[in-house]
């Protein structure tokens, strides 16, 4: 079974693919196009598969290439509404809230403070 060494190199090949250039990619990673194309060159050698058939300095994706880009896409999608879900938590709470409490605290008060909260944060649960 092939196991990649480095993860990263699936997220400059996602950029890369995205935007059909390694230029694009480099500006959204914040690296240099040099870095780009050693790594996705890495991810090629390492899959021991061609990614891109390169035509005076235009990348045509091969068959392999939109195979494992359609693999990685729903991910990357995925990962970033997880991390805006992630960054919206900062403002608004959600998930689920545990809490421990005596029986009589919680006869005596826990419901309306229950109510109350879920009333000011409806995306948590308890």
Do not use: W
């Amino acid at each position: 079974m092939l196991m990649l060494q480095n993860l990263d190199r699936l997220k400059v090949f996602y950029h890369v693919f995205a935007k059909g250039s390694v230029i694009s990619a480099a500006k959204i990673l914040n690296v240099s196009q040099s870095a780009v194309s050693q790594g996705f060159q890495k991810l090629e050698s390492e899959i021991k598969t061609s990614l891109f058939t390169r035509l005076h300095k235009q990348l045509v994706p091969t068959t392999a290439g939109e195979h494992l880009f359609a693999t990685i896409k729903p991910f990357m999608a995925e990962l970033d509404i997880c991390l805006e879900t992630f960054e919206q938590a900062k403002d608004q709470p959600f998930g689920e809230l545990r809490i421990g409490a005596p029986v009589e605290f919680g006869k005596a008060y826990f419901t309306a403070i229950v109510a109350a909260f879920r009333k000011q944060y409806p995306d948590v649960t308890f």
